[in-house]
Each structure stands twice: as structure tokens, then as C-alpha cells.
């Protein structure tokens, strides 16, 4: 979108749950370039950033951390939501999240003040918070949970989502992930392709990776994933022009298997190539390529 007169050029909105890591995501985004405020009022928005355009400072990146720990706050940012929108040539709403057991343990292990405590132990402070945010949740452009992510992780991320890039409008992240490690919560869609034959049981071809010749030619022998990515390249050339048509800017895609190391990644490096080639802008991330597989009772 081009810019406007009293518009300013990207406007990021960060909220979520407390310590899913929105503060380190602002403090990186500022070293990208962006001018930032944190915990600002929710009813001073409006007034900020209209005097980021009265001083000229119109086509900058301006990145707001909110907090809405309570039903005014939530009231309030849904009255003003659409205002704060139109006052950015590119806008957009991130919400930050990580799993139960991890929000608790990162408050255990910094010894940080859960900013809903009062009357409540810690792990009801962050299930009241989960439910109260999950109507901001739904509003959010962007997701990220940050469960199994560290500083660095984060961002790659973020340069991905935020840096320039060329290309299509719509960025396309394709991820690897094993079941056994758990699912993550902020895909588009996910995709199980544990009905493909397993190289695991093959101990010669354990080792390897879904990069390697050797489970590409295991996996392509009997046809059956050339079949399958046939059927998600139909998939996606049918998807994709639809929602760049809707002006989504973020498609994200899961492809798990067992362990995250041998077919969902031949897959998800075979349906990447297939997608650039059409010419989408395309991100991969192998989430479990690296960890360890011991071998489980029943695993299939």
C-alpha cells in the first residue's frame, strides 16, 4: 500500500501473554530500524502516533507494545483498533504466545513478578491471561509461539516477517516438525505425513536426513510422495492467487512426521523448490532435523 499524507509507512502492534517474549521482540525490532514505545495507554495511541506525523517523522517503522491485562483495556483497544489501522500505510497485529509449562517454568526460572498476580499463584494468573487474550488472538495478522524458540530463533523471525524482501506480497513459511516433539500452535494449516513409509526402521538410512539422496530415493521408490506432492502443488496453485486476492500477507504451513527428520522434511524441501519456481516467496524451517530419534514402542 503506498504511502498517504498523515499516514506513517509500518505500523506493528505487539501483544500476547506475559513473558512469550513481545519485550525481546521490541528490542530487536528497534535495531532494525524501528521507533518503539512499550506499555504506552492504550487511549494515548491515536495521539502518539499523530505526533510521529506532525514532526515529520511520517514515513518511519513504529512498533507499539500493548498490555491489556483487563476488560477496560480490552474495551477500549477494540474502540480504537480501526483508527490505529488506518493511520499506517502497512499495518499489522502481532500476538506473542508460548505453552502453559513454558510460560511457567520462564517465570520460575527469572524469578519475574507475573504482572496479574495478586490474589492468584502464577499458573492462574496465566490461565486467566490466556482467556482473556483470546479475542485479541483472533484479531492478530501474525502468531508466533515461542515455545521452543530461542533470542536468536526469534529474530530470524522477525527479519523474515519485517525486513524488505522482493518477491510476492504473500510470504510463504513452510516448517518440518516431529509429533513426538509436539505440534506448534501458530500454523495456517498442518499437514501429517506419517502414512508415508517410515526410513527410521532402516538403520542404514537412519542417519540421514530428508536432504539426503539416499531417503529421497527411499521416499520416492513406491510413488507415493511423488503422489502426495503432486496433490499439495494442485493444492497451493489453487490457494495461494486466492488469498494474495484477500491481501494476506502470511500463509504458514506445517508438515509434521514422527520425528521431524526424514519425510516431513523431503517433503517440505520438495514443495518449497515447487513453490519458488512459481515464484512465491518462500521461508523453510526444519524445526526437529537435529534432535535425536530413539527408536519408541509403536512408533510408526
Known sequence: ???????????????????AGKS????????????????????????????????????SWVAIGLHMRNQESLALFHSFYQGIAQKAARFEMVFFEADFSVL???????????PLVRDHTVQEAI???????EPIRAMADIVIDTSRMTIPNLKEYLNQFFLPSSGSDLLVFIRSFGFKFGSNSDADMVLDAR???????????RPFS????????FLEDDGEALAFLNHLKALFDYLLPRYQREKKRYFTLDIGCTGGRHRSV???????????????NVVIRHRDIEKESPRLAGEK
Open 1 to 19: 500500500m503506498a504511502h498517504k499524507s498523515g499516514q506513517i509507512d509500518h505500523l506493528i502492534l505487539l501483544t500476547g501473554i506475559s513473558g
Open 24 to 59: 525481546s521482540a521490541l528490542k530487536y525490532l528497534e535495531d532494525i530500524g524501528f521507533l518503539w514505545v512499550d506499555n504506552l495507554p492504550i487511549q494515548l495511541i491515536p495521539q502518539f502516533i499523530d505526533q510521529i506525523i506532525t514532526e515529520g517523522l511520517g514515513r
Open 104 to 114: 511457567t517454568s520462564r517465570f520460575q526460572e527469572t524469578r519475574r513478578r507475573h
Open 127 to 133: 490461565t486467566m491471561e490466556m482467556a482473556d487474550l
Open 195 to 205: 502414512f508415508l513409509p517410515n526410513p527410521f526402521y532402516d538403520t542404514t538410512l
Open 210 to 217: 530428508g536432504r539426503d539422496p539416499q531417503i529421497i530415493k
Open 266 to 280: 523431503y517433503l517440505v524441501e520438495s514443495l518449497t523448490k515447487e513453490l519458488k519456481n512459481s515464484g512465491y
